[in-house]
Every structure is written in structure tokens, then in C-alpha cells.
């Protein structure tokens, strides 16, 4: 397979009270109530044009303290060895991550929100309107997770990804 060469250019920086990656909730669902805000750069601005109806949005963004890639890794909520892409964990061969979050307002180019489990400087790479219609899917099968739903409320990172 040949290999392409892709380049993003973040359209932002998210700031939020997590200045190191210890102690940092691993999901949103495990951030209720922390508030951070995102500044949109400037070339960017125009793109939030009808944004603020909706409630939720979901953000990519680029793991940027990430130095490796590993295809198998012991998750947070786990002891067990698990293949990357059966995890959420940081250490991918593309070091993207994705969490839903609760837009509260937008001040010109700064976006208010809340539960937020993202590093503080982290470069947003897009945002996307959260549509339940189009992102809510029941789901019968949560592969090894199983053995830990209830547990991501209480969850927070250690240094196991750095």
C-alpha cells in the first residue's frame, strides 16, 4: 500500500483547566460540569456561522503530547492488553481524538463549553454539530467495555500515555 502524505491545520486551541494529563477525566461523560473555552483562529470565524443552535458539539482534535504509537495498550479502564482500535486511547498511528461537549455560548471567535476532558492547549483540528438523529445509535455489543460500564464517571487518566 503506498503511503500518502496528509496535513491538517488546526482551525483552533482548546483551553480547559487541565494543564497534565494525570488526573484528567478519559471521557465526557466523566467531565460533567468542567467549563473550558475554544478559540477559533481568526480565518476560521466565518465557519461558525449557525453553530450556536445546537446544543452539543462534537470536537477532533490532535493528541499533541503523544510522542509514539502503540497497536496494543492497556486502557484506563481495563488490565488487559487490547488492540488500539478497540480502545480510545491516545497512542494511535494518527493521534485524533473525539469528544462530544455541551456548547454553551459563542463570544465572536471563543467558544464556550462544558465537559471537557481535553488537554489544556490542545489544537483543534474541526468541529461538528452533534445530531442525535445522525450520532445516537442503540448499541447490543460493547465488546470488552462490558465488564466496566458505570466505571468512566470515576475514571481519570495517569501518565500511561504519555
Not at 486511547?89 to 454553551?104: E, W
Request: aromatic share 8%; no cysteine.
Amino acid at each position: 500500500m503506498k503511503a500518502h502524505k496528509i496535513t491538517y491545520q488546526p482551525i483552533g486551541t482548546v483551553h480547559t483547566p487541565f494543564q497534565d494529563i494525570r488526573g484528567m477525566p478519559i471521557q465526557p461523560s466523566g467531565a460533567s460540569g468542567i467549563r473550558g473555552t475554544i478559540e477559533i483562529d481568526s480565518d476560521f470565524v466565518l465557519g461558525l456561522k449557525d453553530l450556536e443552535g445546537f446544543s452539543h458539539i462534537i470536537l477532533l482534535y490532535h493528541f499533541h503530547q503523544v510522542r509514539e504509537s502503540k497497536l496494543l495498550v492497556i486502557p484506563f479502564m481495563d488490565t488487559q492488553q487490547r488492540g488500539i482500535f478497540a480502545t480510545r486511547a491516545p497512542k494511535r498511528p494518527n493521534p485524533i481524538g473525539l469528544s462530544v461537549v455541551k456548547l454553551l455560548s459563542i463570544d465572536g471567535n471563543v467558544l464556550h463549553v462544558e465537559n471537557l476532558d481535553i488537554l489544556d492547549g490542545t489544537p483543534l483540528l474541526d468541529i461538528k454539530p452533534y445530531v442525535p438523529e445522525f450520532d445516537q445509535h442503540p448499541a447490543n455489543r460493547v465488546g470488552w467495555l462490558e465488564q466496566a460500564r458505570g466505571m468512566v464517571v470515576n475514571k481519570r487518566s495517569d501518565a500511561r500515555f504519555r
